[in-house]
């Protein structure tokens, strides 16, 4: 279950951001917002997933660097999918 949360909590750090905050919409043939939020990313989502790691960490009993892993499986398919669009 921790992994699960730490999974959906690093891609909500990664998106929300994009709904807060003016930056350039992208278009893509499937969520564009994901699309948006990877070619968006900056220091608010970084901060995020900062603090989002700790606090799983803290609730957590598995290992840390899973949950990182997890956390951050969200940036490494979003770069994916940007790779491919391009």
Not at 15 to 38: G, K, N
Not at 47 to 57: D, P, R, T
Request: net charge positive; no cysteine; glycine share 8%.
């Amino acid at each position: 279950m921790q992994i699960g949360v730490a999974m959906a909590l690093g891609f909500v750090s990664i998106v929300v951001p994009i709904f807060f905050m003016p930056v350039r919409a992208y278009d893509a043939p499937l969520f564009p917002w994901i699309r948006t939020a990877i070619e968006n990313l900056g220091l608010v989502s970084l901060l995020l997933l900062i603090v989002s790691g700790a606090f799983v960490g803290l609730i957590s009993s598995a290992r840390f660097w899973l949950l990182g892993f997890s956390a951050s499986a969200a940036v490494f398919a979003g770069q994916q999918i940007k790779a491919k669009l391009m």
